[in-house]
């Protein structure tokens, strides 16, 4: 019994370890811009990314392209509320109390956010527009762990994990102001 008690508390041990439980936390101004892929007779994909510079490469032959070009540099920001209150559950813990603060968070987000964005689109070759807004952002984000968060996205978000390198989230809004400088991508 001895052995069988030493041997489950080095199993729990190993699979408490083994849990990757550090997500970084760092605070900037970027720019975030939030996409639109539309198209007749298909379902709009919705995605987001948040982006240091105002110039931006984009591959525009198809959706696909475009969003790897964009996400090769830029992390990805979910669209939806799942993975925000999935971070909040990391932050705070999970409880009675802070089920709805993701959901909070990202309505709150989104309403100052539509305040002040500015707009724009982009035409695809293969057919539809990207429409896109964007504003300044100063936040404090989490970055979350892209194989274990990306199951919580919605269905009309971008489905293809592998054009993604990184999933961040803002938690904390410190300010979202419209944007001076206007992005400007760059197709050829």
Not at 110 to 128: P, R, S, V
Not at 135 to 152: T, V, Y
Request: proline share 3%; aromatic share 16%; charged share 20%.
């Amino acid at each position: 019994m001895k052995t069988t008690l030493i041997i489950f508390f080095l199993f729990c041990q190993n699979v408490c370890l083994a849990q990757n439980r550090d997500y970084s936390l760092f605070c900037g101004d970027y720019t975030f811009i939030s996409f639109m892929w539309s198209k007749t007779n298909a379902w709009p994909v919705y995605f987001n990314t948040v982006v240091k510079q105002d110039t931006i490469y984009a591959d525009i032959t198809n959706l696909d392209t475009f969003a790897k070009s964009v996400y090769s540099v830029n992390p990805y920001v979910p669209v939806y509320d799942n993975p925000y209150q999935s971070a909040i559950n990391i932050m705070c813990g999970k409880s009675y109390e802070t089920y709805d603060f993701g959901l909070e968070l990202l309505n709150k987000f989104t309403d100052e956010f539509n305040e002040t964005a500015k707009e724009g689109k982009i035409k695809i070759l293969t057919g539809g527009y990207i429409y896109y807004k964007y504003a300044d952002l100063k936040a404090i984000f989490i970055e979350l762990d892209k194989q274990r968060d990306w199951r919580h996205l919605s269905s009309n978000e971008i489905r293809d994990s592998s054009i993604v390198n990184r999933m961040v989230l803002p938690i904390s809004i410190i300010n979202c102001t419209t944007k001076n400088n206007k992005i400007r991508f760059v197709t050829e």
